[in-house]
């Protein structure tokens, strides 16, 4: 089981923190951050169900991980071990997640792919979203797998897209001239772009693409 204390910050003032593997206990908790943190037109059927947070704490507790802060869960973050091609990285949410009931968790896969990150909005300024990817790279290097990768929404593109194709606006992202919720927050945490994917995921603000994002492991020599 996964436990760290540590201290986060509400503008200057240090908050305290538990970053920990979460439990049945918990279930109610996170589907109440789910749902606070992808409201409509996300769709509510993506929203987690306890069959799927089930699944998560049984197949692969290692990738279950939750933000405590004021006696209950504010954040969370979910992943799987999955075996990667980069030759071949086309791929769906549903697909490669089992629609987030990670039943094809691979336990001697090459890559830990995150499923979902999501924190309350409340909470969204004390910077738990970073601080739970920086966790999961923790687990990457105790695992010994070759990177951690996963599909980023794009939840700007609708924006643009009556001018721009999905390659331009991630481009516009890098180059700094645009930013993007979720691509920006991403690149903040270390992740580097693989390639734009459409249609990986139902999302009507990023009109259904994603940038599949990986953070290579520094100590794995592939």
């Keep these: 089981m996964y436990r760290k204390e540590q201290y986060v910050f509400n503008g200057d003032t240090p908050e305290k923190a538990v970053i920990r593997s979460y439990t049945r206990d918990d279930f109610a908790a996170l589907i109440d ?6 409201p409509p037109p996300f769709p509510s059927e993506l929203w987690w169900n306890e069959e799927q947070l089930t699944n998560h704490i049984t197949l692969f507790p290692q ?3 939750c933000v405590e802060m004021d006696g209950r869960p504010v954040a969370s973050i979910t992943a799987l071990l999955v075996d990667f091609d980069p030759e071949h990285a086309q791929h769906t949410w549903v697909e490669i997640t089992d629609g987030g009931y990670i039943t094809n968790h691979r336990p001697d896969g090459n890559t830990l792919y995150i499923v979902d990150i999501c924190a309350l909005p409340a909470y969204r300024k004390l910077g738990l979203g970073k601080w739970l990817m920086l966790s999961m790279y923790e687990v990457v290097v105790q695992l010994g797998v070759e990177r951690l990768l996963g599909g980023g929404r794009m939840p700007g593109f609708h924006k643009y897209a009556d001018h721009m194709s999905a390659e331009q606006y991630v481009q516009a992202v890098l180059e700094g001239t645009l930013k993007d919720p979720v691509i920006s927050f991403l690149l903040r945490c270390g992740r580097t772009p693989v390639q734009i994917v459409p249609g990986y995921l139902e999302d009507e ?3 259904n693409h994603a940038l599949l994002m990986e953070w290579k492991n ?5």
């Design 63 to 65: 990738g279950a991980l």
């Design 33 to 38: 951050i789910q749902k606070m943190s992808f």
């Design 205 to 207: 603000e990023s009109l």
């Design 218 to 222: 520094p100590f794995k020599r592939t």
